[in-house]
């Protein structure tokens, strides 16, 4: 597990390998009240679904701490998915900003099918407390 206060702009994480699949995406749309019946007949993946799954096996490589604040996020969808599709994201730091005591973190992130298809592609901006260099 990586720190934050240890990244710079360009790192690179290690990428997550993921499957869209059935019990995923039934728990994003039970969870989130969606219209589980477009989705479920069309076999269709719920585009905030697959970003959501995404940002989650991306979050098990870097570790915040108590006090982290999600600050902004943009996404770009780029096209449909299907249940059962394998996903590969890629994230980067895009900036690290040190002020006074608080760090400005921004991450980019990148995710494709197995057939090199963009899914969706966006940033996500947080707000965090001193690293240990502080002190």
Do not use: W
């Not at 973190?105 to 197995?114: N, R, S, T, W």
């Amino acid at each position: 597990m990586i720190d934050y206060y240890e990244l710079e702009p360009g790192y690179e994480f290690p990428s997550s390998n993921f499957t869209l699949t059935s019990l995923a995406v039934d728990a994003y749309v039970e969870a989130t009240s969606d219209s589980a019946a477009f989705y479920r007949e069309s076999g269709l993946v719920p585009p905030m679904a697959a970003a959501a799954l995404a940002m989650a096996a991306q979050s098990e490589n870097l570790s915040f701490p108590d006090g982290a604040i999600h600050v902004s996020q943009q996404v770009q969808f780029c096209g449909q998915v299907s249940v059962g599709e394998a996903i590969v994201c890629t994230s980067k730091i895009l900036s690290q900003r040190k002020r006074g005591k608080f760090h400005m973190l921004a991450i980019g992130m990148e995710a494709v099918c197995a057939d090199n298809r963009i899914v969706f592609k966006g940033s996500t901006s947080f707000i965090l407390p001193a690293g240990q260099e502080a002190g």
